[in-house]
């Protein structure tokens, strides 16, 4: 089992920045992918960022390029997401998911093999 605990979401007025992380421990394979998933209420669980390990080739969501800067620090198992001018709509929990085998392309939700239990980011305008 691999067990993933996020921290650092909180509450930030429209503007403002926030960096959350995600500590990744248990039974870790030696090349993994990690992404950040986000879900409102009533939304499905999307895509915010990936990172994969061969290359460190990034994903981001459409709604959060140019704002959001995802990185991972191996040596801590730890995964980071940079987020900076940040809106009302993104508001939402964000969760951490772990994928077993890398990954070429932009992972989706089912091609996640573990999650954390999310944090919450509340942008008040």
């Known amino acids: 089992q691999v067990q993933l605990v996020e921290s650092g979401g909180g509450l930030v007025q429209a503007g403002g920045s926030l960096r959350p992380s995600c500590a990744a421990s248990g039974r870790t394979s030696s090349r993994y992918a990690m992404a950040w998933f986000r879900q409102a209420p009533g939304e499905e669980r999307d895509l915010v960022a990936a990172?994969?390990?061969?290359?460190?080739?990034?994903f981001y969501a459409r709604s959060v390029k140019g704002r959001f800067t995802i990185s991972r620090d191996n040596a801590k198992n730890t995964l980071y997401l940079q987020m900076t001018s940040l809106k009302p709509e993104d508001t939402s929990v964000y969760y951490c998911?772990?994928?077993?085998?890398?990954?070429?392309?932009?992972?989706?939700?089912?091609?996640?093999?573990?999650w954390g239990i999310g944090t919450l980011v509340t942008v008040s305008s």
């Open positions: 990172i994969a390990w061969n290359d460190l080739r990034t």
């Open positions: 998911g772990y994928s077993i085998a890398d990954f070429a392309v932009e992972p989706t939700y089912h091609g996640m093999d573990y």
